[in-house]
């Protein structure tokens, strides 16, 4: 078997091979290839995307990490169409996947997704032939007259513009002007970076204690609530990973304090996200939780979800320590009450498809190599478990409370 794979240099290179030697290990394992239906013709080869000439057979592209989606967009026309998505439970893997695998539906290309549990048990592949009409009437009409009139009032702040893995994740916004009026403006990522700069007087030097990455982040708060008076904005979603190299810090607890007050806020520019978010807010008034997919185990029905940027008010407790993949600014940890809650995703380019499941929050995870808010979600039965994974619009969901 030849594996291919595809890592972002934002990840610490030590850390992402240092929790995969068992899972290479397990690749030499005949039964273990078996049971998860990967190729077992002859040695386990490993090579980098980045190698000048990449296998053509027998190919499995291990996602390794996130952000690695442009990686994959630039190598797609020397990878066989017969494609296999190999995830894990670490570093944003199974996120990036679900955002590929979208990119290839759009192409036309079935992706086939294996994603490996933190403890297998069963495979976790799946299929399923359930129609977007029947998404639609499980969560009733997602765009009611409660919720237009919401998105019809509403001023979306685009800041910085989309990040560049999210590959599948265009929309039509004349399209979305029109039939929803809902109106956006587009503010470039130095206008943050310069509002912070004069907020706080530039990017703190040397490595900063946690008292002055905390107020740091409160500076970013600061500076985003200028731009959301300025411009007049309900809602915004920010490159945020742009604010990296110059201002040093994160717009997490900023977006979570914003989110908590009724102003909806998405990060990495990620517009179905957000509209997601705010017709969730349209429906039910509460803020909620924008997420990345990080592992799952079809024989428990579950999936875990992790993100660094948790409403402070769906946490039952909450503290504050770096941002994930960094290393530096401020992520929020939320611990969330165990509980019913639901999953939505809203895509496609004219925002017309829809997942949405019930499920439950069974435990809150501590696992270093993800996000910082940490939760095990299990699906109500093993129809929705494969829906969530037939049915691909990119690689966030949204969890809010039961709808």
């Not at 703190?204 to 300025?230: D, K, Y």
């Not at 270093?368 to 095990?376: I, M, N, Y």
Request: negative net charge; proline residues 4%.
């Amino acid at each position: 078997m030849n594996l291919i794979t595809f890592a972002s240099p934002l990840h610490d290179a030590t850390s992402v091979y240092a929790c995969r030697q068992n899972l290479f290990d397990r690749l030499k394992d005949k039964d273990f290839l078996e049971k998860y239906g990967l190729p077992q013709y002859g040695k386990l080869s490993i090579c980098d995307c980045g190698s000048a000439v990449l296998p053509t057979e027998d190919v499995v592209c291990f996602i390794a990490t996130g952000g690695t989606e442009e990686l994959f967009r630039e190598k797609f026309d020397q990878l066989p169409k017969d494609i296999i998505l190999l995830s894990d439970g670490y570093h944003n893997s199974l996120a990036a996947s679900f955002e590929i695998a979208s990119f290839l539906d759009q192409h036309g290309i079935s992706a086939r997704m294996v994603n490996i549990p933190l403890e297998t048990e069963a495979p976790a592949e799946t299929t399923c032939d359930t129609t977007e009409d029947e998404n639609r009437n499980r969560f009733g009409n997602i765009y009611n007259p409660q919720v237009r009139e919401y998105l019809s009032r509403s001023t979306v702040g685009l800041i910085g513009g989309a990040s560049s893995w999210l590959i599948a994740s265009d929309v039509d916004l004349d399209y979305l002007s029109s039939e929803f009026e809902t109106r956006f403006i587009h503010i470039g990522i130095d206008e943050l970076i310069g509002e912070y700069a004069s907020v706080c007087g530039g990017a703190p030097e040397g490595t900063p204690s946690e008292e002055e990455r905390i107020r740091a982040a409160e500076n970013m708060e600061m500076a985003l609530r200028n731009i959301v008076a300025r411009h007049g904005l309900t809602a915004l979603t920010v490159k945020c990973f742009d604010l990296l190299p110059s201002c040093r810090t994160t717009s997490c607890l900023a977006l979570a304090r914003l989110n908590d007050e009724g102003i909806i806020c998405g990060c990495e520019g990620d517009i179905p996200s957000l509209w997601t978010m705010m017709t969730v807010y349209a429906h039910c008034g509460r803020a909620p939780f924008m997420a990345n997919p990080s592992s799952s185990d079809r024989s428990r029905l579950s999936v875990d979800f992790a993100h660094c940027t948790v409403p402070t008010s769906m946490a039952s407790s909450f503290t504050l320590p770096t941002h994930f993949e960094s290393g530096i600014g401020v992520g929020v940890a939320g611990i969330l009450p165990t509980g019913r809650y639901s999953i939505v995703k809203i895509g496609g380019r004219k925002l017309d498809r829809i997942f949405w499941a019930k499920g439950s929050v069974t435990a809150n995870t501590c696992i270093a190599a993800r996000c910082r808010t940490q939760v095990s979600f299990r699906f109500d039965n093993s129809e929705d478990f494969d829906r969530f994974f037939a049915n691909r619009l990119g690689n966030h969901v949204i969890l809010t409370a039961a709808l």
